[in-house]
């Protein structure tokens, strides 16, 4: 231990209150692995503050990988000094609505106060101070990666924000008083029973709680013998005298079944190796242009797959600092090459493969060797990523930091050109490193599915040739890692023209893993999961370190929103008449919907359904003009719409409902309330998204013979396809197709969604934490296109601000590419937290089975809607299905799925169906796009009317 208490350093004594001691800590074995993943990746992001001068090689060892040597020389101390100790500790936050009692026993602390304490940081700066003073430097200080994960000079990425502060002896909570007034229990440890002095004779606390504030050293001496003075005084309340001694009961030595120096032990523990497979599938569509062989037939388009599956490896063996360990060799009897032919331009190439023909086939041989340094120095790295930085932010940031529109945050308000130039060019001697994957491949025996003369041509000219290619990891203009790591350009291959340099661009087919339920990385062998699950974190903390240092500047804080009120309920449209507004109880105590209604009194009436998170401003909002609700009541429509119980705009959007709760309920009271109050036997429906789904299912479930909690409306349900006129579904059918990236979302949170904090969700939390500004940093990171990415990040005018993305990234991370921001009016965007709010994670995640089973499920997972008899039995109307073509939530493939199942039934329903793509709309922006009245809206009123 070292007494810093009343140092004196650099000649100067330690100020009152800022004494404190370094102490000496030790690592249990069990944690070795993640105390060294955890500082390793902490000192990668402390170095960032640091020019790298280097000179990097493609042999050079990789600095981000675990060192043993560097592991054999960190030391962790705490440092043990005092606290103003003002928290307070509070019940938590109740998180289920349905059991009152849930957290009943627990308690938080609370102590905002205490992230602004100077003294940890001071005290932090004079153990930095302490050893550098040293004749030989004691090495690098790290503070602990929760509390501060980056260095001060680069704090204000995180606004300044501190993570928890984390306590080796947390003390108080109980603390002793001269009275229940001033403390919980004296200084014996009795517990009072009021504000006086009186106690409970017979209740005692005796530990850390009652020790009523900081010691500044540690405090296990000091409780042990305030317990033991306590139990000697209370020996004598209590008339407690010596029990006649008892003969002490022999020692007997337990019998040792493992040394405990095995246990934990690397050399001396002889484990299974935790093996690993990987596996990728690659896409791509062959441009006729740059192509030597013979073409193809015309009206045709050709698709190139080439299925990748690696031999085992030992996942540590890829953590090895030497670049050379990393390179995996493939399987042929599992790899392969195919070409795939399909007639018309369908633009997504899995369908080449799915409803195509596959004209050839090859096994694949060869290897990849990745994340490899390519050779740079350091002023070409600082030079191409001072240069992207400048283009992608740089200029804005620095305008609106002049114009004082950026909101310093006190670290870095303080720093001067200089010092802020000088983090520049330190983060773009790191930023700029590139990291590459090299694919090297071979053909093996080509096998034609067809003898037309141009496939036996492509037979000849494929078979047996090597193929190469490469993925680049570096910042870059418009630079994303995601899309990095999911883009291969085929550099060399048979078809290339020896006069250009077209590369064929190549795509990681998402949807492969989920439908082949074969993952990217698959584990085959391990010892234990304990240890497979810390092998495999150690591969990822690489993969986050190497990440975070080319790709800092994109994980980017997104703009802070202005503050304005939200109203996310329908209100006040001009040109029409004022709102009338209906609440409906629907079921257990205080759950409302609300039916707001723009009246036509004698026409004929239209119910407007919302999504999931979205609410009745989707067809109502004056930002969006004209909108849904002002076109229909314009073409002498009754216009109603409804909010159901998960809108945002109702308290009870938060709440983990299930669909069929919302679908059973909320849609039959509100149709029938709408025909008993306009005295209509029928009305017109437009349903969107999870309303589309909900409207479906309450039409095809089961109806109980009488009524259930989740069902209390049978007698309604039952009425319900009786009294729709026509239905106008937007985006969602009973048969769904998910988008490729969403596909792989439902597959991935399939295994992880017990894990998941299945609670409130908010896209724009009022009180964002440090937890927060991190997981708005991860989702910047999203992949856009490079026109929407200009949006987010416009470089001219340089002082405009997108004060939308960050709650479009939060949508996007739950559903995919919502909508298409070129097709939204920028005050529409601007306005974007009218539209979507609070919601429940576990309520959205039964989209997840929506994915697997490509139609609608109940929340159980069960496929129990969509069979011919259902459909059948509950379609009776003639439905309009309007869908986006660039739908990044649900594919437009989804259509085509619906419109086979209806025509399988019979030509009397196929009639009934009327499909209406919308080329370059999305999904939210076909209700309100700024040209959506003039795309959209006449496909829904020519139906309707």
């Known amino acids: 231990m070292v007494d810093l208490r009343q140092a004196n350093l650099a000649g100067q004594a330690t100020a009152p209150g800022l004494g404190h001691v370094v102490q000496e800590l030790a690592v249990p074995g069990p944690l070795k692995q993640l105390f060294a993943e955890l500082f390793t990746t902490a000192k990668a992001l402390h170095d960032l503050a640091r020019f790298d001068l280097t000179r990097h090689q493609p042999h050079d ?119 229940g007034t001033h403390g919980a229990v004296n200084h014996l440890g009795q517990v009072f029973q009021g504000q006086g002095t009186d106690v409970h004779p017979d209740l005692v ?24 003075r306590a139990i000697d005084r209370l020996r004598v309340l209590w008339r407690l005298t010596d029990a006649d001694p008892t003969p002490p009961t022999p020692v007997t030595a337990p019998r040792v079944y493992r040394q405990p120096s095995t246990l934990y032990a690397t050399a001396a523990r002889q484990r299974i190796p935790t093996t690993i497979e990987v596996t990728e599938q690659l896409h791509a569509w062959v441009n006729p242009d740059d192509w030597t062989h013979a073409l193809w037939p015309e009206g045709h388009r050709l698709a190139l797959r080439l299925t990748l599956r690696f031999q085992p490896v030992e996942a540590l063996a890829l953590l090895k600092p030497n670049p050379d360990a990393r390179t995996l060799r493939l399987d042929p009897q599992h790899s392969r090459l195919e070409f795939a032919l399909i007639n018309g331009q369908e633009s997504r190439v899995g369908s080449a493969f799915e409803r195509g023909e596959v004209v050839l086939t090859a096994p694949l041989s060869g290897q990849l060797r990745f994340m490899y340094r390519e050779a740079s120095t350091a002023w070409q790295r600082a030079t191409r990523a001072g240069w992207a930085w400048l283009i992608n932010r740089g200029l804005r940031d620095t305008v609106l930091h002049l114009l004082g529109r950026d909101s310093p945050s006190s670290s870095s308000a303080h720093l001067s050109t200089a010092e802020r130039l000088r983090g520049l060019l330190q983060l773009a001697t790191r930023a700029g490193e590139v990291r590459r994957f090299d694919y090297s491949l071979r053909t093996l025996n080509a096998t034609a599915q067809s003898q037309a003369p141009w496939v036996l041509q492509l037979q000849q000219a494929w078979q047996g040739q090597d193929l190469a290619g490469h993925k680049r990891l570096t910042y870059a203009r418009r630079g994303n890692p995601w899309t990095q790591l999911m883009s291969m350009r085929l550099t060399q291959h048979p078809g290339r023209p020896a006069w250009s340099n077209a590369d064929i661009p190549m795509q990681v087919n998402l949807s492969y893993f989920a439908e082949q339920g074969v993952p990217l990385l698959r584990l085959l062998r391990f010892d234990t999961m304990p240890d497979a699950l810390a092998d495999l974190g150690s591969l990822a903390a690489w993969v986050s ?178 009294r729709i006129r026509r239905l106008v579904i937007s985006q969602v059918a009973p048969k769904v197709a998910f988008s490729p990236a969403n596909v792989m979302r439902a597959y991935l949170a399939r295994y992880l969604r017990q894990f998941m904090p299945l609670g409130r969700f908010d896209f724009r939390p009022e009180h964002p934490t440090l937890a927060d500004t991190l997981l708005d940093r991860l989702l910047a990171s999203q992949t856009y296109p490079d026109a929407e990415f200009s949006m987010e990040n416009p470089f001219w005018p340089p002082w405009r601000q997108a004060s939308w993305i960050g709650t479009r990234h939060r949508m996007d991370a739950l559903y995919g590419r919502d909508f298409n921001a070129l097709n939204l009016s920028v005050g529409m965007l601007d306005a974007i937290d009218d539209h979507f709010g609070p919601m429940n994670l576990a309520s959205v995640s039964q989209a997840i089975h929506f994915a697997r089973w490509r139609c609608l499920t109940d929340h159980q997972g069960n496929p129990v809607y969509v069979t011919p008899a259902r459909m059948a039995a509950a379609f009776t109307f003639p439905c309009l299905y309007v869908h986006g073509e660039e739908n990044g939530l649900s594919d437009i493939s989804g259509m085509h799925l619906f419109r086979d199942f209806v025509d399988s039934l019979g030509p009397q329903f196929s009639e009934r169906l009327v499909c209406a793509p919308i080329p370059g709309y999305g999904h939210q922006d076909c209700l309100i796009g700024k040209r959506a009245h003039h795309d959209v809206f006449p496909h829904i009123t020519r139906f309707l009317q």
């Open 61 to 179: 060892d990789d600095p981000l990988v675990l060192r043993e040597q560097q592991l054999r020389h960190t030391q962790v101390l705490a440092i043990i000094g005092h606290d103003s100790a003002n928290g307070h500790l509070r019940p938590p936050d109740l998180i289920d609505w349905k059991d009152p009692s849930r957290g009943e026993g627990l308690l938080t602390v609370s102590w905002p106060e205490l992230k602004e304490d100077p003294r940890p940081d001071q005290q932090l700066a004079a153990l930095r101070q302490w050893c550098e003073a040293s004749d030989h430097p004691l090495g690098q200080v790290l503070p602990m990666p929760l509390w501060q994960p980056l260095p001060a000079s680069m704090r204000a990425l995180t606004g300044d924000q501190k993570g928890p502060a984390v306590s080796t002896h947390p003390l108080g909570g109980c603390a002793m008083g001269a009275s």
């Open 205 to 228: 606390v005796l530990d850390g709680s009652i020790i009523p504030t900081s010691l500044g050293i540690n405090p296990a001496l000091t409780i042990a013998t305030v317990a033991q």
């Open 545 to 722: 370190r190497v990440l975070l240092h080319t790709h800092v500047w994109t994980f980017r804080k997104p703009d802070t929103p202005p503050s304005r009120p939200v109203h996310r309920l329908p209100g006040p449209i001009p040109d029409l008449p004022a709102p009338e507004i209906i609440d409906l109880d629907v079921g257990p105590a205080a759950v409302r919907i609300r039916l707001t209604r723009y009246a036509r009194h004698h026409s004929r009436p239209v119910l407007m359904i919302h999504g999931y998170s979205a609410s009745g401003t989707t067809f109502a909002h004056p930002a969006v003009r004209p909108n849904l609700a002002e076109t229909l009541w314009k073409q002498g429509h009754d216009v109603w719409i409804l909010d159901m119980r998960t809108s945002p705009g109702l308290p009870t959007s938060s709440q983990p409902w299930t669909f069929e709760e919302v679908a059973y309920n909320d849609i039959p009271e509100a149709v029938d309330h709408i025909a008993r109050a306009t005295g209509h036997a029928q009305i017109d429906i437009v349903a969107h998204c999870m309303g589309s789904a909900m409207l479906w299912m309450a039409l095809l479930g089961d109806l109980p013979t009488q009524a259930t909690p989740t069902d209390a409306r049978p007698a309604l349900r039952a009425a319900l396809k009786g």
